[in-house]
T-cell receptor, first 112, second 116 residues
Framework: QKEVEQNSGPLSVPEGAIASLNCTYS??????FFWYRQYSGKSPELIMF????GDKEDGRFTAQLNKASQYVSLLIRDSQPSDSATYLC????????????FGTGTQLKVEL | EAQVTQNPRYLITVTGKKLTVTCSQN?????MSWYRQDPGLGLRQIYY???????DKGDVPEGYKVSRKEKRNFPLILESPSPNQTSLYFC???????????????FGSGTRLTVV
């Protein structure tokens, strides 16, 4: 079983729509949760992080965390073509150097 | 500008020829780490360092070495590269000595390595 799972996509949404990206994780001891955006051939860029159950909003982005269900999601409102990228879910746990464990990413395509 | 700098960006080498990929950060971060990214496998940690002279293995350390003699530098060494080490490599750093728990990572721009 993968430690952090994401649907690889591609997820296609029309411009202006809401994109919903999902992630599940296996380690119940996970403490911090991150969403990174990665354009092809580029380095991952941190979009949001969340530590507590519930929603966290930052501009057009909302991260949602449900620790009981071991589920993290990212909503992108008013999607733009520039949002087209791969979105990586990452989970930090204690132990092993407190590393980030990444999912394989979901490719998002925002169509005109 | 606060950043993590990796060099080179692209490298093609032959099997068995030792190489070093450099990584330097100017943010006074305690924690540094190396990842490799492969299609379908995602980002996997190679080695990490929680402070100067403190390094430890990640999930895929075989065939790699690291050193942390100074806080700002964390080079990745491939003593005898093989074709299965062809990958996209990222150096990352984190403000917290607690690794990724508090702040996540800042990534370098990546090194695309091809071993023939």
């Amino acid at each position: 079983q993968k430690e952090v799972e994401q649907n690889s996509g591609p997820l296609s949404v029309p411009e202006g729509a809401i994109a919903s990206l999902n992630c599940t994780y296996s380690d119940r001891g996970s403490q911090s949760f991150f969403w990174y955006r990665q354009y092809s051939g580029k380095s991952p860029e941190l979009i949001m992080f969340i530590y507590s159950n519930g929603d966290k909003e930052d501009g057009r982005f909302t991260a949602q965390l449900n620790k009981a269900s071991q589920y993290v999601s990212l909503l992108i409102r008013d999607s733009q073509p520039s949002d087209s990228a791969t979105y990586l879910c990452a989970v930090a746990s204690t132990g092993g150097g407190n590393k980030l464990t990444f999912g394989t990413g979901t490719q998002l395509k925002v169509e005109l | 500008e606060a950043q993590v700098t990796q060099n080179p960006r692209y490298l093609i080498t032959v099997t068995g020829k030792k190489l070093t990929v450099t990584c330097s950060q100017n943010m006074n971060h305690e924690y540094m780490s190396w990842y490799r990214q492969d299609p379908g496998l995602g980002l996997r940690q190679i080695y990490y360092s929680m402070n100067v002279e403190v390094t430890d293995k990640g999930d895929v350390p075989e065939g790699y070495k690291v050193s942390r003699k100074e806080k700002r530098n964390f080079p990745l060494i491939l003593e005898s590269p093989s074709p299965n080490q062809t990958s996209l490599y990222f150096c990352a750093s984190s403000l917290s000595g607690q690794g990724a728990l508090g702040y996540g990572y800042t990534f370098g721009s990546g090194t695309r390595l091809t071993v023939v």
